[in-house]
């Protein structure tokens, strides 16, 4: 799962310290015995060092070729947060991004799900 | 995943032929390969016979309880269909259900995941 953490206009990306590099949204995979809300919010807490509430169910994104390590599914949720991110686990660095002046270098699907999350910010 | 076929303001309900027993939403799990939408589309063919186009998203459910069989997530969705189903596959017999009146065995998590349909069909 990966989250959408905004904050005055720019979402929270960060610097990846494994395979595949670049930016990614903070997220990771749901362990055993966890709902994905749970998950949510710890892998948050790990990378970001930020606490998220009440995770809100943005999208599902399961392309095969979504992840070039093996298929997976994330369920994204986007969230507000307080406080100031500090990188750390599998995040090397990170930093806040304009919506349209983002990075380069995104991993995995996360420049899409960037654009449908731009899309659907102006509606709400 | 599972899918929430309404019609005619009654939904979709199989009776498994599998343990849990017990009547469900028709669903099963994503094949490696292929995405969350392409697996809801062939598992409801596969257990209804019914066609289903652009499913939408409903919901994530992941509470670790909701499977007996194992914690798993379910991706659910929402989609119209024409035709009339035929019970195939995992699934032994099926009908359709009023919303305030359903059977009394409904296996998983599948009565919560309906009783929250009810409430959002409300307000669209």
């Given at each position: 799962m990966d989250c959408i953490i905004e904050k005055q206009n720019k979402v929270l990306l960060v610097s990846r310290?494994?395979?595949?590099?670049g930016f990614s949204l903070p997220g990771g995979f749901v362990d055993y015995g966890e709902s994905v809300e749970q998950a949510v919010i710890r892998e948050v807490k790990e990378e970001t060092s930020l606490d998220i509430v009440e995770p809100k169910l943005f999208g599902v994104y399961s392309d095969?070729?979504?992840?070039p390590r093996s298929h997976t599914v994330s369920v994204v949720f986007y969230a507000k947060a307080s406080g100031n991110p500090k990188a750390s686990d599998d995040a090397r660095d990170l930093g806040f991004f304009d919506l349209d002046n983002l990075p380069d270098e995104i991993a995995f699907d996360h420049l899409k799900i960037l654009k449908d999350y731009n899309e659907f910010r102006k509606k709400i």
């Open positions: 310290k494994n395979y595949p590099f095969p070729a979504r992840d």
